[in-house]
């Protein structure tokens, strides 16, 4: 009896202890994920001499003599762009904006020269290539892009890829949309589309303006971080099956998706 009573004991004991620490893990996940993501880009910053600006929607990013300060040893260019119904960058080093604009145009600014993105139209298509030895580049490197395109532009395929930095796309609708960051943030404002494919390594992912979202196939993962959803917390995975063409895939390793 004795034994059995001791046997108890210890079970319950047991199973407080991983009650106690699952409720101080979830409790702390923000907190982790603040620290595992400042010694992250602390160590980057370090090894690379690499300003972490990140920008958002609400930085104007037309250049102007403020702007001109930050970049003030580095180049700058102002281009009227062709019409254009798809969109491919494949970018190491960018802050990309597209939003709407008065005419097609791209303005870009970058701290050197072997930052400086290539362009060209084929047959409709714009594509944005930036190649770059980061290691070799001495002092900030920074490279601020921002595509214009008129009102009521409507896109067949965007698939936007960068290493370092930040996506920010607004007042478009794209009918497929392919966002891929390692390092920085992914933020769509106002955004039409029909599928919608993300994946960041270490950042964040976020919707906003976006009142469809019940009819849409979802498949969203956060391993470190959560998911909410209008405010509503969902966890680290979330699933959504509807019967519609419709889709959202959306996968991070460490940060939150936002869907408001």
């Given at each position: 009896m004795k034994?059995?009573?001791?046997?108890?004991l210890i079970w319950s004991i047991t199973l407080?202890?991983?009650?106690?620490?699952?409720?101080?893990?979830?409790?702390?996940?923000?907190?982790?994920?603040?620290?595992?993501?400042n010694d992250v880009r602390n160590e980057l910053e370090?090894?690379?001499?690499?300003?972490?600006?990140?920008?958002?929607?609400?930085?104007?990013?037309?250049?102007?003599d403020n702007d001109a300060s930050d970049f003030s040893s580095g180049k700058?260019?102002?281009?009227?762009?062709?019409?254009?119904?798809e969109l491919i960058v494949d970018a190491n080093i960018m802050c990309f904006q597209i939003k709407e604009g008065e005419n097609w145009r791209i303005e870009c600014s970058y701290s050197h020269n072997q930052l400086k993105p290539e362009f060209f139209n084929k047959n409709g298509t714009l594509y944005i290539n930036q190649k770059?030895?980061?290691?070799?580049?001495?002092g900030s490197k920074n490279c601020d892009l921002l595509i214009t395109v008129p009102a009521?532009?409507?896109?067949?395929?965007?698939?936007?890829?960068v290493n370092i930095g930040d996506i920010d796309i607004s007042d478009l609708t794209v009918k497929k949309l392919e966002t891929d960051v390692n390092i920085g943030e992914i933020e769509l404002d106002s955004v039409i589309f029909d599928t919608l494919d993300g994946e960041v390594n270490i950042g964040d992912f976020k919707i906003e303006d976006f009142n469809n979202f019940d009819d849409y196939n979802v498949n969203l993962k956060a391993d470190l971080g959560e998911i909410k959803i209008h405010r509503n917390s969902y966890g680290k995975k979330m699933l959504q099956k509807r019967n519609s063409s419709k889709k959202i895939d959306i996968e991070i390793n460490i940060g939150q998706i936002d869907i408001m």
């Open positions: 034994r059995k009573t001791y046997l108890i407080c202890v991983i009650v106690c620490s699952s409720t101080i893990t979830f409790i702390k996940s923000k907190e982790i994920f603040t620290k595992v993501w370090e090894s690379f001499d690499f300003d972490f600006k990140f920008m958002s929607k609400n930085n104007d990013w037309n250049l102007n700058e260019f102002e281009v009227n762009l062709e019409e254009f119904s770059s030895q980061i290691k070799h580049l001495a009521n532009t409507e896109l067949k395929k965007a698939v936007v890829k």
